[in-house]
């Protein structure tokens, strides 16, 4: 079972000023969840009881994980993952972690004319008193809409501009992926998204880098699922639906082979059952 913040014994191993921080984030989790299964809830019409196999809990020498999955006609699958890191994970070369935070949510609507959202977090802190704070905010289209991904593009836009901030060097790693992606196999992300797995937005600043990356991923989050309240009644193709097809293939395949978490430190039956698509069609 994950920790809460009231039960977390690897707390007491941080900084004041990084307790803080891991505490506040755990509350943003605590309420990301509530918001957005009730979102996904009220486009399909109302709570569904959760299936068989719907919620997983899992543990491996380095990290704890939970998965919680609902469905429906709308949103046809919306999964979550928390994962608890109790020690650096085999081949990462980030430091000797003491604390650690990842969050993902993977929605795939029913409507091939709004495509996959992929929306993480990760908080980390090492020995030595350093941290890191990241995510990865994307949608993976089958059928583009331009004005959507504008939309999207103008919330990430409107959202650094605040923070006298430049968002290119995060949309050029949401396009080309980290050094340890295979690009034949990677997923294919639109360029209105960003990924935080790079340099820190306020370098020495773990707490300031957080709730950035928070409060836009709440931002995008939002405004992604608003798509899908507006797509969702609109007419699409035999076309529109192939391109959905392909779409998940390629996820499937980036989680399988490209995806350095997935392909080799996450169990299959973990992120298979947060992110993978109700249906994958070969």
Same mark, same amino acid.
């Given at each position: 079972?994950?920790?809460?913040?009231?039960?977390?014994?690897?707390?007491?191993?941080?900084?004041?000023?990084?307790?803080?921080?891991?505490?506040?984030?755990?509350?943003?989790? %605590?309420?990301?969840?509530?918001? /957005?299964?009730?979102?996904?809830?009220?486009?399909?019409?109302?709570?569904?009881?959760?299936?068989?196999?719907?919620?997983?809990?899992?543990?491996?020498?380095?990290?704890?994980?939970?998965?919680?999955?609902? &469905?429906?006609?709308?949103?046809?699958?919306?999964?979550?993952?928390?994962?608890?890191?109790?020690?650096?994970?085999?081949? &990462?070369?980030?430091?000797?972690? *003491?604390?650690?935070?990842? /969050?993902?949510?993977?929605?795939?609507?029913?409507?091939?004319?709004?495509?996959?959202?992929?929306?993480?977090? *990760?908080?980390?802190? /090492?020995?030595?008193?350093?941290?890191?704070?990241?995510? #990865?905010?994307?949608?993976?289209?089958?059928?583009?809409? %331009?004005?959507?991904?504008?939309?999207?593009?103008?919330?990430?836009?409107?959202?650094?501009?605040?923070?006298?901030?430049?968002?290119?060097?995060?949309?050029?790693?949401?396009?080309? @992926?980290?050094?340890?992606?295979?690009?034949?196999?990677?997923?294919?992300?639109?360029?209105?998204?960003?990924?935080?797995? @790079?340099?820190?937005?306020?370098?020495?600043?773990?707490?300031?880098?957080?709730?950035?990356?928070?409060?836009?991923? %709440?931002?995008?989050?939002?405004? /992604?699922?608003?798509?899908?309240? +507006?797509?969702?009644?609109?007419?699409?193709?035999?076309?529109?639906?192939?391109?959905?097809?392909?779409?998940?293939? +390629? #996820?499937?395949?980036?989680?399988?082979?490209?995806?350095?978490?997935?392909?080799?430190?996450?169990?299959?039956?973990? #992120?298979?059952?947060?992110?993978?698509?109700?249906?994958?069609?070969?």
């Amino acid at each position: 079972m994950i920790a809460t913040a009231d039960t977390d014994t690897r707390l007491a191993r941080l900084t004041p000023g990084h307790q803080a921080v891991a505490r506040h984030m755990v509350g943003f989790l %605590e309420r990301a969840d509530r918001k /957005y299964f009730a979102r996904a809830e009220a486009l399909n019409g109302g709570p569904v009881p959760p299936g068989a196999g719907d919620t997983l809990t899992s543990e491996t020498d380095d990290s704890v994980y939970a998965v919680r999955v609902t &469905r429906g006609p709308v949103v046809e699958k919306l999964g979550r993952m928390v994962a608890e890191g109790k020690k650096t994970q085999p081949g &990462r070369r980030e430091g000797v972690l *003491v604390w650690g935070r990842f /969050y993902s949510i993977d929605v795939h609507p029913q409507t091939p004319l709004v495509g996959m959202l992929h929306a993480t977090l *990760v908080l980390q802190f /090492y020995e030595g008193g350093t941290g890191f704070a990241g995510g #990865w905010l994307g949608v993976m289209n089958g059928s583009r809409v %331009e004005e959507d991904m504008q939309a999207l593009t103008t919330v990430v836009d409107t959202h650094f501009a605040g923070h006298d901030k430049s968002p290119g060097v995060y949309r050029s790693l949401i396009v080309k @992926g980290t050094d340890d992606t295979i690009t034949a196999f990677r997923r294919r992300p639109d360029p209105s998204g960003v990924s935080f797995y @790079g340099p820190p937005v306020f370098p020495g600043d773990v707490a300031r880098s957080c709730e950035f990356i928070e409060s836009l991923f %709440e931002k995008f989050t939002d405004a /992604y699922l608003d798509l899908i309240a +507006r797509r969702s009644g609109a007419a699409f193709t035999a076309e529109d639906v192939a391109r959905q097809d392909a779409m998940r293939r +390629r #996820w499937l395949v980036d989680q399988l082979f490209s995806d350095p978490f997935a392909s080799k430190l996450v169990p299959f039956e973990v #992120w298979s059952l947060a992110n993978v698509p109700p249906t994958v069609r070969f």
